[in-house]
């Protein structure tokens, strides 16, 4: 909501695979009067968008090999000169994760720790 608020001539997609909590996005923006949120399952997507921005806390708990896969299909809609931030838990391997994305999207995308605080770690994913 926030992203919509402040950004009132983006589209902006709200993505999550809980039923409840796409009722409940659907809900609050249509109380907050927002017109620019399209609120959708993964599968749900176009095939052919790209994002400016995405903005996530990725489902770590799902486990390495689902996560990967997740993320190899998200950090591959970044349009040139955009950017994925995501927000992980240190102890849940945020560290290793941006290690990871290093590895796995160089030399077409840059992965750096931007920021930290308590127990946890924002990475930002950037297409060069």
Same mark, same amino acid.
């Given at each position: 909501? !926030? ?12 993505? &999550? ?5 796409? %009722?409940?996005?659907?809900? +609050?923006?249509?109380?907050?009067? /927002?017109? +620019?949120?399209?609120?959708?399952? @993964?599968?749900? *997507?176009? %095939?052919?968008?790209?994002? &400016?921005?995405?903005?996530? +806390?990725? @489902? ?12 190899? #299909?998200?950090? +591959?809609?970044?349009? @040139? ?7 992980? #838990?240190?102890?849940?391997?945020? &560290? ?10 160089? @030399?077409?995308?840059? !992965?750096?720790?931007? &920021?930290? !605080?308590?127990?946890?770690?924002? /990475?930002? *994913?950037?297409?060069?």
């Amino acid at each position: 909501m !926030s992203l919509a608020l402040h950004s009132s001539k983006a589209t902006v997609y709200a993505i &999550d695979v809980n039923e409840r909590s796409l %009722e409940l996005t659907q809900l +609050n923006a249509a109380k907050l009067g /927002l017109t +620019n949120i399209i609120v959708c399952k @993964p599968e749900d *997507v176009p %095939e052919n968008i790209q994002f &400016d921005e995405i903005w996530s +806390n990725p @489902p770590i708990r799902v486990g390495k090999v689902v996560l990967h896969e997740i993320l190899k #299909q998200w950090i +591959n809609t970044i349009a @040139p000169g955009g950017v994925a931030r995501l927000v992980v #838990q240190k102890h849940l391997g945020a &560290d290793s994760l941006n290690k990871w994305l290093m590895k796995e999207f160089s @030399p077409e995308f840059e !992965s750096t720790r931007i &920021d930290s !605080s308590k127990t946890f770690r924002v /990475l930002k *994913v950037s297409r060069i």
